[in-house]
């Protein structure tokens, strides 16, 4: 079983210098990120965008990383 021992949010540019979220995971088998993207391309394979408030979601993992966090 995977333990994580902690996560993160922040913001970033895409590649058309818009913002997004980027959530990155430490795990006991290395770390992981992923970011979303904003919905601007429209391919029949594109994933779904990030419409959220991405300030507060931020704000909000920061709140609960002590919850997510294996000490």
Do not use: C
């Amino acid at each position: 079983m995977v333990i994580i021992k902690s996560v993160s949010a922040k913001s970033i540019l895409d590649s058309r210098k818009e913002k997004t979220i980027l959530v990155s995971i430490n795990t006991d088998v290395g770390k992981f990120s992923a970011s979303s993207p904003n919905g601007k391309s429209i391919g029949k394979y594109e994933s779904k965008p990030y419409k959220k408030s991405l300030e507060n979601d931020i704000k909000t993992l920061k709140e609960f990383k002590d919850y997510f966090s294996k000490d």
